[in-house]
């Protein structure tokens, strides 16, 4: 943990947990564990970054937390009031980090408090939440966003950037797949997985990439799964999903995307999270595969459960640098650190007449501002709604995305006039 700047005229920024769970250690924890020493943006000088507090289930992992790192003051909220708490601990922004049903309401309350608020993937569930959120962050003049980190892959970078300068033109289909270990369903996400499936989870990694990377208008959603394990197999909770999704370009021409996913591999399979991409253009093919970075690591009874044997040293790696300091480094904690900079362009990157200004270009980023997220949200909703229906004996359902019945408009097997599930357009 770095030690802080102990000159008061230094900017602090206070920031918020909301849940602190698997994924606040993996990239929360190291960002503010190094943030907190001082972070230098041309735009806005010096300032720190704290972590204030957190609001979490029962309080346990942010008392065993604060209690491993000597952090003081923190403010530790349990409870149904603990968001609210929170938020009256004045702070500056709030990371919302708790399982994503329950994303909405909590920030929710941040954007209310006049807070800048970032949220884990997925934002949220649904378009409805999602046009709240948006037209409450632009009333109260604050930065929503959302983190989905996969885009700073560098390896991701490199496809947009090969897209963006027409090295490789018109995309016209793709696959992506993302498996998650067992222990993840049958223990790290054991409390709340009952109804809940990986496609939601970690295809929208995915549904992001695609998105944001080739633009284009999103025209369908269809998806299926399977159930049995995580749950009983004919009950609401998925073992694994395929997801297909029709986009449209500028040119008329289409491109479709199939993404599988599964938290049921097991656990001693070497990839541990396996991810695998890959999509054909008119002129190139682009191949992208986690396991085939290059490191594969055996240590005697330490690989593959402790120690993974294919290391993503890229996301969120503990190093010694070359000059003998340790760090924790990545995509993953590069960010959160990226929104930190965007809320402190905001508050301190000039004067306060110019702070409108600052909130609308920040706010335009669309890699990460909520509002650009309509077509991931509405990708995730569609999905969750063709699966809710599978769950009751109604599979095979597709989603037609702003066609003549509304925005997104869901057609089953047999029935000749589509259920709505949001009728603005998306
Ligand atoms: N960016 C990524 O790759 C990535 C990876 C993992 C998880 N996530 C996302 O992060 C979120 C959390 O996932 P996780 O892996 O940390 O889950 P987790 O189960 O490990 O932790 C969830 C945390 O939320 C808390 N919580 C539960 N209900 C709450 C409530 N009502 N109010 C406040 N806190 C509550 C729990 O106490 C726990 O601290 C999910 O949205 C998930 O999709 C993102």
Redesign the pocket.
């Known amino acids: 943990m770095s030690t802080p700047l102990s000159d008061a005229t230094i900017p602090v920024l206070r920031g918020g947990m909301?849940?602190?769970?698997?994924?606040?250690d993996e990239t929360y924890a190291p960002f503010f564990e190094t943030a907190r020493g001082g972070l230098y943006d041309a735009a806005a000088g010096l300032f720190r970054v704290e972590l204030a507090g957190a609001?979490?289930?029962?309080g346990d992992?942010a008392a065993a937390y604060q209690s491993r790192t000597g952090i003081s003051p923190f403010g530790n909220f349990a409870g149904e009031s603990?968001?609210a708490d929170l938020l009256a601990s004045g702070i500056d922004f709030l990371c919302v980090?708790?399982?994503?049903d329950?994303?909405f309401e909590?920030a929710r309350l941040g954007i209310e408090a006049g807070r800048h608020v970032i949220i884990?993937?997925?934002s949220v569930l649904s378009l409805d939440e999602l046009d709240q959120l948006a037209a409450l962050a632009r009333e109260n003049g604050v930065l929503a966003k959302v983190?989905y980190?996969k885009l700073l892959d560098p390896d991701h970078k490199k496809l947009r950037t090969l897209v963006q300068d027409g090295v490789l033109s018109h995309v016209n289909n793709g696959y992506c797949t993302l498996l998650e270990p067992k222990s993840i369903s049958g223990s790290?996400?054991a409390?709340?997985i009952t109804g809940r499936n990986p496609g939601t989870?970690v295809a929208v990694?995915y549904l992001k990439l695609i998105d944001f990377t080739f633009g284009g208008r999103l025209k369908s959603v269809s998806c299926t799964g399977q159930r049995g394990l995580v749950g009983p197999s004919d009950g609401p909770t998925w073992d694994s999903t395929q997801l297909r999704l029709v986009y449209e370009y500028e040119s008329g021409r289409e491109a479709a995307f199939d993404i599988h996913t599964s938290w049921v591999t097991p656990d001693n399979f070497p990839g541990y999270v396996e991810q695998e991409v890959q999509f054909r253009f008119d002129n190139g093919v682009w191949n992208g595969h986690s396991r085939k970075r290059g490191v594969e690591l055996t240590v005697e009874d330490r690989t593959p459960h402790e120690l993974k044997t294919t290391i993503n040293n890229h996301y969120n790696g503990s190093f010694l640098e070359p000059w003998n300091a340790r760090s924790r480094r990545g995509y993953g904690i590069e960010v959160i650190e990226r929104f930190a900079r965007e809320v402190a362009y905001v508050e301190l990157g000039g004067p306060e007449e110019g702070r409108a200004g600052r909130l609308a270009e920040m706010a335009a980023l669309d890699y990460n501002d909520l509002a650009a997220d309509r077509q991931v949200v509405a990708a995730v909703q569609a999905m969750e709604a063709i699966l809710a229906k599978h769950a009751v004996g109604e599979p095979n359902g597709l989603v037609e995305v702003n066609g003549k019945h509304g925005g997104l408009a869901l057609f089953l097997p047999g029935k000749s006039e589509p259920e709505m599930l949001y009728q603005g357009t998306v």
């Open positions: 909301v849940g602190m769970g698997m994924i606040f609001a979490t289930r029962t992992r603990a968001v980090a708790s399982p994503d329950k994303h909590a884990e993937k997925p983190v980190h790290q996400f409390s709340w989870y990694h």
